[in-house]
């Protein structure tokens, strides 16, 4: 768990040496507390409660460069942010977030959810309903941001805003679809399996003196 904000600058960070080839690509897997994004295209009618009502539910709303309009985070949903350079990729940029909603797909195909794209907006969506949230930028060939995957979260709590600024769509999630409970956790690994076969990328998980004495220090 950890706050937009705080994953935001440390996704600047990571992009910057990436760039620099001081660091190798690094996948950041990770929930965020409630917090409203606006992207690059975002329209604050989009977001349906005033800033009283947002301070009392405890919910932030930050700015961020990520394409799109406005999204919800919050515990429950899988978090996932590849630092990748597409420099290297060929510069795929449309293939690279086709790749990261076929993850999801393949994902929900395991629980047996039909999943699918929509061509006039990105994410993943389940009759009509969004499992889904996908939002990039490219900083100098580096990826940043990425899929927010809704796997537990209180669906009730996405009525603050208008998702992806679209009027009257809804979010789902794994445990809705399934009826029953669902950590993130369960879900997590065979994601990242998925992930890690359709971007033909090994995962390796960084221990805390990795953490702490390189990307962060």
Same mark, same amino acid.
């Given at each position: 768990?950890?706050?937009?904000?705080?994953?935001?600058?440390?996704?600047?960070?990571?992009?910057?040496?990436?760039?620099?080839?001081?660091?190798?690509?690094?996948?950041?897997?990770?929930?965020?507390?409630? $917090?409203?994004?606006?992207?690059?295209?975002?329209?604050?009618?989009?977001?349906?409660?005033?800033?009283?009502?947002?301070?009392?539910?405890?919910?932030?709303?930050?700015?961020?460069?990520?394409?799109?309009?406005?999204?919800?985070?919050?515990?429950?949903?899988?978090?996932?942010?590849?630092?990748?350079?597409?420099?290297?990729?060929?510069?795929?940029?449309?293939?690279?977030?086709?790749?990261?909603?076929?993850?999801?797909?393949?994902?929900?195909?395991?629980?047996?959810?039909?999943?699918?794209?929509?061509?006039?907006?990105?994410?993943?969506?389940?009759?009509?309903?969004?499992?889904?949230?996908?939002?990039?930028?490219?900083?100098?060939?580096?990826?940043?941001?990425?899929?927010?995957?809704?796997?537990?979260?209180?669906?009730?709590?996405?009525?603050?805003?208008?998702?992806?600024?679209?009027?009257?769509?809804?979010?789902?999630?794994?445990?809705?679809?399934?009826?029953?409970?669902?950590?993130?956790?369960?879900?997590?690994?065979?994601?990242?399996?998925?992930?890690?076969?359709?971007?033909?990328?090994?995962?390796?998980?960084?221990?805390? $003196?990795?953490?702490?004495?390189?990307?962060?220090?």
């Amino acid at each position: 768990m950890i706050e937009y904000k705080q994953a935001y600058d440390l996704q600047v960070r990571l992009a910057d040496l990436r760039y620099k080839k001081e660091i190798e690509d690094v996948l950041l897997v990770l929930e965020h507390p409630p $917090t409203i994004t606006l992207g690059k295209f975002g329209k604050i009618q989009n977001v349906l409660v005033g800033e009283e009502e947002l301070s009392r539910l405890g919910i932030e709303v930050c700015l961020t460069n990520r394409g799109g309009d406005v999204s919800y985070h919050c515990p429950g949903q899988l978090v996932v942010y590849p630092i990748m350079d597409m420099r290297v990729r060929g510069g795929e940029l449309r293939r690279f977030m086709q790749d990261l909603e076929k993850a999801v797909i393949e994902t929900a195909n395991y629980f047996d959810i039909a999943a699918e794209t929509w061509k006039e907006h990105p994410g993943v969506w389940v009759g009509g309903k969004q499992l889904a949230a996908i939002g990039l930028h490219f900083m100098r060939g580096i990826s940043m941001h990425g899929i927010a995957f809704n796997i537990n979260p209180p669906l009730d709590d996405f009525k603050v805003i208008n998702l992806c600024g679209l009027p009257g769509k809804e979010a789902t999630s794994i445990a809705h679809l399934l009826n029953r409970n669902i950590d993130t956790n369960d879900v997590k690994p065979l994601f990242l399996d998925n992930l890690s076969r359709i971007l033909c990328i090994k995962l390796e998980k960084l221990t805390n $003196t990795q953490i702490r004495g390189g990307i962060l220090g």
